[in-house]
């Protein structure tokens, strides 16, 4: 399984930032895809999941400011980051792995494949 992110940046408050990962090397249907991340001295957290049927679920504190998809035919996943705010900065990962229920949090716990990672740095 490779996961290589892309997109990452600085940004001011209010702006938007666009994360994209490129996935191969796993064809089960029953992988759920996410992102995580994870700010300087804290646990890594999950932010967003996106199941094989395109159903999708968000952390609490992005709900209604990000937006998770994917592109099948092209193997992407995409994360919208829209109204950052600094709470926001972090390293942000895409993750991948067969988890039920396909959320963030159980991702989070249960993931073994996960890309190297974008800063995301949001000032005010």
């Known amino acids: 399984v490779e996961l290589v992110e892309s997109g990452g940046g600085s940004v001011q408050a209010g702006e938007s930032l666009r994360l994209t990962c490129a996935t191969s090397?796993?064809?089960?249907?029953?992988?759920?895809e996410g992102w995580l991340r994870q700010a300087p001295g804290k646990e890594r957290e999950g932010v967003a999941a996106i199941a094989n049927d395109g159903s999708t679920t968000y952390a609490d504190p992005v709900k209604g400011r990000f937006t998770i998809s994917k592109d099948d035919t092209k193997r992407t996943l995409f994360l919208q980051m829209d109204s950052l705010e600094t709470e926001d900065t972090a390293m942000y990962y895409c993750?991948?792995?067969?988890?039920?229920?396909?959320?963030?949090?159980?991702?989070?716990?249960?993931?073994?494949?996960w890309g190297q990672g974008q800063q995301v740095t949001v000032s005010s």
């Open positions: 090397g796993y064809t089960d249907t029953n992988f759920c």
């Open positions: 993750a991948v792995d067969r988890v039920i229920p396909c959320d963030p949090v159980a991702l989070t716990l249960n993931h073994n494949y």
